[in-house]
């Protein structure tokens, strides 16, 4: 594997390009957004005209889209030029849809991988991410290559559609743990107690989560340049909320998240940083 392929070049993409680029590698990649192209060019990489240019330069391909329409619209796109080709899809999507995509790839000489990512675009610069991955075992294997360049820990959980179903309930979680961190430092505020000395105790309690060292700090400063935007956790909890009323799950806290949320983005933290959320709990806040 000397060139991998790229398409989606925002936060996450443009961060796994880094880190390919990074190991020596030839990477192609494709963006809607001039930005994006400009920026993997200014970097090393190498810009596609089209999706289709990825998938003929490269064996390996690694999509990082915004939801599971964007990345049929990709696989259309690509054609014939799948055949032969192992995709990485690391989008948060419809875990049905996934399965579903994984199928026809497969039926069409395609390897699938829907491999779902744990961690910011900050964590995938570092090598920090842990990749929950559906697919054929044997797919799985052959990838891990790849995973190694930025990921501390890859698994594989079962079928096509299993990464995202794993990165969904993954997501429930850690979303409401930026929730909760979020109420309690907008409580601490309200009892007139330091934020910032309540977050030093609660990271040497029992309460203790990563969240407090990742997003604590830019809750306290109010610093919401974008890891991972607020309005794509706001897709994935919709997901899950989706694949709840599908299963029988009972998601009380999801339902109240997602409204939280919803209100988020009408008030313009769309774009920001989901450590926003804490601004649902400001004197006079959303909620």
């Given at each position: 594997?000397?060139?991998?392929?790229?398409?989606?070049?925002?936060?996450?993409?443009?961060?796994?390009?880094?880190?390919?680029?990074g190991?020596?590698?030839?990477?192609?990649?494709?963006?809607?957004?001039?930005?994006?192209r400009?920026?993997?060019?200014?970097?090393?990489?190498?810009?596609?005209?089209?999706?289709?240019?990825?998938?003929?330069a490269?064996?390996?391909?690694?999509?990082?889209?915004?939801d599971?329409?964007?990345?049929?619209?990709?696989?259309?796109?690509a054609?014939?030029?799948?055949?032969?080709?192992?995709?990485?899809?690391?989008?948060?999507?419809?875990?049905?849809?996934?399965?579903?995509?994984?199928?026809?790839l497969?039926?069409?000489?395609?390897?699938?991988?829907?491999?779902?990512?744990?961690?910011?675009?900050?964590?995938a610069?570092?090598?920090?991410?842990?990749?929950?991955?559906?697919?054929?075992?044997?797919?799985?294997?052959?990838?891990?290559?790849?995973?190694?360049?930025?990921?501390?820990?890859w698994?594989?959980?079962?079928?096509?559609?299993?990464?995202?179903?794993?990165?969904?309930?993954?997501?429930?979680?850690?979303?409401?743990?930026?929730?909760?961190?979020?109420?309690?430092?907008?409580?601490?505020r309200?009892?007139?107690?330091?934020?910032?000395?309540?977050?030093?105790?609660?990271?040497?309690?029992?309460?203790?989560?990563?969240?407090?060292?990742?997003?604590?700090?830019?809750?306290?400063?109010?610093?919401?340049?974008?890891?991972?935007?607020?309005?794509?956790?706001?897709?994935?909890?919709?997901?899950?909320?989706?694949?709840?009323?599908?299963?029988?799950?009972?998601?009380?806290?999801?339902?109240?998240?997602?409204?939280?949320?919803?209100?988020?983005?009408?008030?313009?933290?769309?774009?920001?940083?989901?450590?926003?959320?804490?601004?649902?709990?400001?004197?006079?806040?959303?909620?």
């Amino acid at each position: 594997m000397d060139t991998v392929g790229v398409v989606g070049l925002g936060l996450m993409g443009g961060a796994l390009a880094g880190r390919f680029l990074g190991a020596g590698l030839r990477v192609v990649g494709f963006d809607l957004r001039d930005e994006c192209r400009r920026r993997l060019a200014a970097a090393g990489g190498s810009v596609a005209p089209s999706v289709w240019g990825v998938f003929e330069a490269a064996r390996t391909v690694v999509l990082s889209l915004p939801d599971s329409a964007a990345v049929a619209a990709v696989l259309a796109e690509a054609g014939d030029a799948l055949a032969g080709v192992t995709v990485i899809d690391t989008t948060t999507g419809d875990p049905d849809a996934t399965a579903a995509a994984g199928a026809r790839l497969h039926a069409a000489g395609a390897e699938y991988l829907d491999a779902t990512l744990t961690g910011s675009s900050r964590e995938a610069a570092l090598g920090e991410l842990v990749v929950t991955v559906g697919g054929r075992a044997e797919a799985f294997a052959a990838a891990e290559a790849v995973f190694r360049l930025f990921a501390r820990r890859w698994v594989h959980v079962g079928p096509w559609g299993s990464g995202a179903r794993a990165k969904l309930a993954v997501n429930l979680v850690l979303g409401l743990n930026r929730a909760v961190l979020a109420e309690g430092l907008g409580f601490a505020r309200a009892c007139g107690l330091d934020p910032a000395a309540l977050l030093d105790v609660l990271r040497a309690s029992a309460a203790y989560s990563r969240v407090m060292d990742t997003k604590g700090p830019k809750m306290l400063a109010g610093d919401f340049a974008p890891e991972a935007r607020l309005a794509q956790h706001l897709k994935d909890v919709r997901l899950i909320l989706a694949q709840g009323a599908a299963t029988g799950a009972t998601l009380p806290l999801s339902d109240l998240h997602e409204r939280l949320l919803t209100q988020l983005v009408r008030d313009g933290f769309g774009e920001c940083d989901n450590s926003s959320v804490v601004r649902a709990f400001d004197a006079g806040g959303t909620v």
